[in-house]
């Protein structure tokens, strides 16, 4: 039976606001030198909207189309590009494995932290290489938490990371997708690859209290707390420790946390 992919991380507070400090500069910078004035951009797996809005002011008067499969995202991002006083992004709910759009429709489309949640990103690579136009360009990124290190070592960081691998596989997605993003473009049909890496990193004391807070946060109260659960990867109380263990890595003058990512420029 094939698997029910599920997203790992859900919609708490905690979670979305890690994901609305996200823009081009943070978080496609691999993608900055190939954006134009006029060109329209679909961002698939849009979010929260503020990646989306950033890629907006690239490429004014282009348009930018954000798509997502959660209704009550699309309305947040919405109100988010409202509120910035941006127009030439709109948001639509939408399946990433069959978008409601029109074949040879956009210059760009591009994805960020989505091919690790999906149980076939080949897949979802051949819908957005079906609705870029000839010559556009298809742009991904994805971390590999596989890959992700962190100073001091601390034990309760090290379950919480082996906890996150298990449970994503659980759902259906590659935590390793980082690692995976070439071959996957490959396998989609494109021939013309550019592969790229980039980190997060998060070690001044501002960075650490926000990223260590809001995972401190993230392990008690987002999805990933009851999943682990349920999978019997660990207790309330394991939880308890590693949200502990985060703060005690943001306690630490000396911490810091190394995410890299993968990131690839296909052309179709």
């Known amino acids: 039976m094939a698997i029910q992919e599920r997203y790992t991380h859900g919609h708490h507070e905690s979670v979305l606001r890690s994901h609305s400090w996200r823009t081009v500069e943070n978080s496609a910078a691999y993608l900055a030198p190939r954006l134009r004035s006029g060109q329209d951009v679909l961002d698939v797996g849009s979010g929260p909207g503020t990646l ?11 348009r930018v189309v954000g798509v997502d499969s959660s209704d009550d995202i699309v ?29 040879d429709t956009f210059d760009v489309v591009h994805a960020h932290q989505v091919l ?31 890959g992700t290190i962190w100073y001091p070592q601390i034990d309760a960081l090290d379950r919480w990371q082996d906890t996150l691998l298990e449970v994503h596989r659980a759902n259906g997605g590659d935590p390793r997708a980082g690692r995976m993003i070439k071959s996957w473009a490959l396998d989609a049909g494109f ?13 001044s004391d501002a960075e650490r209290e926000w990223w260590g807070g809001s995972w ?39 911490g810091t946390f190394l995410m890299p990512h993968g990131e690839i420029i296909a052309v179709k």
């Open 191 to 203: 021939s013309s690859v550019e592969s790229s890496a980039s980190i997060w990193s998060f070690a």
């Open 116 to 146: 690790q949640h999906v149980a076939d990103p080949v897949a979802v690579l051949k819908e957005m290489r079906r609705v870029v136009k000839p010559g556009g360009i298809v742009a991904a990124r994805d971390v590999d938490y596989a």
């Open 52 to 62: 989306s809005v950033s890629l907006a002011s690239y490429v004014s008067p282009g």
């Open 216 to 254: 401190a946060e993230r392990v008690l109260e987002s999805d990933f707390a009851p999943r682990s659960i349920e999978l019997g990867l660990a207790t309330l109380d394991d939880l308890r420790t590693m949200s502990a263990g985060w703060l005690e890595w943001v306690a630490a003058a000396n």
């Open 75 to 103: 309305e947040q991002a919405r109100a988010f590009a409202e509120s910035a006083g941006v127009d030439n992004v709109t948001f639509q709910t939408g399946n990433a494995y069959a978008l409601d759009i029109e074949d």
